[in-house]
């Protein structure tokens, strides 16, 4: 698979023991030590499954520096629950930063870990903390996952505060639509809590634990969908208020007061988004939960996604302005301007100093008449060039055609017919999202070879579920060219895609460091800038996806020349 920035599955300790390297701090970057089981925490239709003491197996007894796979090195772990343990690894083959899952091969519930982690590593949907292998091997089964150091837990935002309007609107369309696609493929969290939920540097939200976390716990649901659709809208409840909206505390937060039931969350703090509020009471219409007004009660996933799409877009806030500091404001008039300030000159006159007015003097003048001269000449002398030039070419148009060009006497220079420009590198390109998009197959998109093809990931919506702007290929060159037409050929539908171009010397890093030169729609696109540029780097840019026979948006190109 391809390397990622990476985090950990979810593999918290809810049962109120402490993992053995989180005693001092209540959660850690793999979410180890959230504050209470499920069943503590909300009414909630999922179960945990008993072991009984005669079916939970021990524990591996591992340490740091064990090797799994040749490959996995155990670094820190950082749980050890009910039979299992979750590590943060090293990938020494990738050289990268991974989660591990173990646990025996003997314990009751390992063939069903199994089972969940390559149903999850199935899915590949990007808004997915990824399962990258699931194994069973010398006694042990473990599953490696990614591990994300760079994003934030939801726990911490939430002990931050109450999120705005516009960061609560964006929590609940990722979460929603992102689930809304695994129930479509099957599959359900169970255990969707905060310390589930992680945001990247870029905004983008992302899910782990998705089936593996129900999983290691024996938890089931007979309504999977109204389960996980009643943890986004505590999800979103506690974002809108930083409350629990249940009695319980949970997750370091703290529950709604005892025996006044669920309210609204615009009743429990103001200023709270009406339509954000009444989403987040839908969603919590389970277990004696009521909706709010009218509105039918949200059940599934897919029905809330649809609920908040269907809300008026809520606008990021607006920047601050901050004055600038006194010693950044200059003008010329600060000073005495030319003349030292004497002791009996006050500092507010000199504000009011009027400079002379400029070219007054004897020598001025007769510069300006020389200024004028300069360009009358000259108008004239182009005047008279022009006038010359266009009766030149009168004369011209009697010619019998018999004469022919000659570049050395200044005659234009034939044209010369386009030819194909080599690709000799190619990449994918996501720097919006998690920084990968398909990277296996990027190398068909120039192979010549019309049956195969690169693809980008699945999303919920033709705008990349409005995760992001967009996605591409960048082409190398091998060096700075002339290009003069990018003809793309895409399949599975009309795609809208951009041409940028740049002639760095490396690839950079965000799409605004190349220039758009053009831009076109279809299945066969034709990119013709207005004249040729010179670049070394093509980013062909995919800006809105056609939908795939999987029920997703998906964009597809089969090849990709360049000519001159």
């Excluded at 007894?61 to 009910?82: M, Q």
């Amino acid at each position: 698979m391809a390397e990622r920035s990476t985090a950990a599955v979810d593999v918290a300790d809810n049962s109120g023991d402490e993992p053995l390297s989180a005693k001092a701090d209540e959660a850690t970057t793999d979410g180890t030590a959230e504050a209470q089981d499920s069943t503590d925490a909300g009414p909630q239709e999922a179960v945990e499954e008993p072991t009984g003491s005669d079916g939970a197996a021990s524990t591996p007894d591992l340490h740091s520096g064990h090797k799994l796979a040749g490959r996995y090195r155990l670094e820190e772990c950082v749980t050890r629950l009910d039979g299992f343990s979750s590590w943060r690894a090293v990938d020494e083959k990738l050289r990268r930063a991974v989660g591990v899952h173990l646990l025996p091969a003997d314990h009751p519930r390992a063939r069903s870990v199994l089972a969940a982690a390559r149903s999850s590593a199935l899915l590949g949907d990007p808004r997915f903390v990824q399962v990258l292998d699931a194994v069973e091997e010398n006694d042990l089964v473990y599953v490696v996952h990614e591990w994300l150091p760079d994003a934030t837990e939801l726990t911490a935002l939430l002990g931050a505060g109450p999120m705005d309007a516009h960061d609560a609107y964006q929590l609940v369309s990722q979460i929603s639509q992102a689930m809304a696609a695994a129930h479509r493929e099957g599959l359900a969290h169970l255990r969707l809590t905060p310390g589930a939920v992680l945001r990247s540097s870029s905004g983008q939200y992302r899910i782990r634990g998705l089936a593996v976390n129900a999983a290691l716990r024996g938890i089931t649901s007979e309504s999977p969908q109204r389960a996980d659709t009643e943890a986004i809208g505590a999800l979103l409840y506690a974002a809108l208020t930083q409350r629990w909206p249940y009695e319980s505390d949970a997750y370091g937060l703290t529950g709604l007061p005892k025996g006044v039931g669920l309210i609204a969350p615009d009743q429990v703090r103001a200023g709270v988004h009406r339509g954000l509020s009444e989403i987040a009471m839908r969603a919590l219409a389970n277990d004696g939960a009521t909706a709010s007004r009218q509105e039918q009660p949200c059940t599934t996933p897919d029905e809330l996604a649809r609920a908040v799409a269907a809300m008026p877009r809520i606008r990021p806030p607006e920047p601050t302005f901050t004055a600038p500091p006194e010693y950044q404001r200059t003008t010329y008039q600060q000073g005495t301007y030319g003349r030292p300030a004497g002791p009996g000159i006050a500092p507010t006159q000199s504000a009011h100093a009027i400079p002379p007015a400029p070219l007054q003097s004897r020598t001025g003048k007769a510069l300006k008449w020389a200024v004028s001269a300069l360009l009358i000449a000259a108008l004239g002398l182009g005047s008279w060039q022009l006038a010359e030039t266009l009766l030149g070419r009168d004369k011209g148009s009697d010619d019998p055609g018999t004469t022919q060009t000659n570049p050395e006497n200044g005659d234009h220079k034939p044209v010369v017919e386009s030819k194909a420009v080599s690709i000799v590198g190619a990449r994918d390109y996501d720097p919006l999202g998690d920084g990968s998009e398909k990277p296996q197959t990027i190398d068909h998109v120039y192979d010549g070879d019309p049956t195969t093809y690169w693809n980008t990931d699945g999303y919920f919506s033709a705008n990349f579920g409005n995760l992001k702007e967009g996605v591409g290929v960048v082409l190398d060159l091998g060096k700075v060219q002339q290009v003069g037409a990018v003809d793309v050929t895409f399949l599975g539908g009309a795609t809208s895609v951009e041409l940028r171009a740049a002639a760095t010397p490396e690839v950079p890093s965000l799409p605004t460091g190349f220039n758009e030169v053009a831009r076109g729609s279809g299945t066969k696109v034709a990119l013709k800038p207005g004249k040729p540029v010179q670049a070394r780097y093509l980013l062909v840019w995919l800006t809105k996806l056609p939908p795939s026979s999987e029920g997703n948006f998906r964009g597809k190109i089969a090849d990709i020349k360049v000519t001159s």
